[in-house]
């Protein structure tokens, strides 16, 4: 595929860049032409990664930290200061606790909220900025068909989904007149490392299932197809559950994530 390093270079930044999606966003951006600075939490995948990616023959920096250790931004912003950065993907989002709400830790909750919109918001703030004032870039943040419904024990995270597709619509918006290319990649179940370890049972008859590999190339390629491109075999199901009436979407929901997760 092809990636214009001229308006989307020379240097991208991978939050959550580790594994799976993120990975292959690298492998894709790197095989394109332009140099990568890939940020996770864990530094063993991390630099097993990067070390892949430089066989590509761009430069591959690394930077390991936790997205919702308060000093996150100051060390991204210190690892960047130096680099053009013309192209931003926002991967990292999990929902690192599921509870019900009103009996579950509250500190917690916002530790999901922190990475999933207070990061978010901070990283595109950023790197936006200089790409307005240059009159090119992209941003592409990855979203969930999780954020079309409410579901129990997930409720923080689905809002906080709901929330990053509209933020997007809305920065979609403001940065066309500069060039700056917006997308909200809404992703449905895609087989990762994150989702086997919270359960997933990915052979639940009629659960489309999709590739990481895949959910990075429709992202790059529909880039400038903003603000929102749901991957392939989950635009269905996304129109659905923006639904009416509001119960029955939500109660479906339910029962479907039961089923996934085999209870």
């Known amino acids: 595929m092809e990636l214009d390093a001229r308006k989307y270079g020379p240097w991208a930044v991978v939050a959550g860049g580790s594994e799976a999606v993120g990975a292959e966003f690298a492998h894709l951006i790197a095989k394109a032409g332009l140099n990568l600075l890939l ?10 990664t990067a070390e892949a990616v430089r066989a590509h023959g761009t430069e591959v920096r690394t930077l390991s930290v936790d997205l919702v250790d308060p000093g996150a931004m100051d060390a991204i912003a210190a690892a960047t200061a130096d680099l053009e950065v013309g192209l931003l993907v926002v991967n990292a989002g999990a929902n690192t606790y599921g509870h019900e709400f009103v009996t579950g830790d509250l500190d ?3 530790k999901v909220l922190t990475l999933n919109i207070d990061r978010k918001l901070e990283i595109t703030h950023l790197f936006g900025g200089p790409m307005r004032e240059r009159g090119r870039g992209g941003i592409i943040l990855l979203g ?11 409720s923080v995270y689905s809002g ?11 920065l979609w918006l403001e940065m066309r007149e500069y060039d700056v290319d917006v997308l909200a990649l809404t992703a449905g179940v895609t087989r990762t490392p994150a989702m086997e370890r919270a359960g997933l049972q990915f052979d639940t008859p009629g659960l489309n299932v999709s590739d990481p590999a ?10 400038a197809d903003g603000p929102v491109w749901i991957v392939e075999g989950h635009y269905e199901k996304a129109l659905e559950r923006s639904g009416f009436p509001r119960d029955g979407q939500v109660l ?10 085999g209870r």
Do not use: N, Y
């Open 160 to 170: 906080a989904k709901a929330f990053s597709r509209i933020f997007t619509e809305g």
């Open 108 to 110: 917690a909750f916002r």
């Open 144 to 154: 969930s068909v999780t954020g079309f419904v409410g579901c129990t024990h997930m």
């Open 214 to 223: 895949d959910v990075a190339r429709q992202g790059l390629e529909h880039l």
């Open 252 to 261: 479906a929901e339910a029962a479907e994530v039961a089923e996934m997760m």
């Open 39 to 48: 940020i996770a939490r864990k530094p063993g995948p991390l630099e097993e």
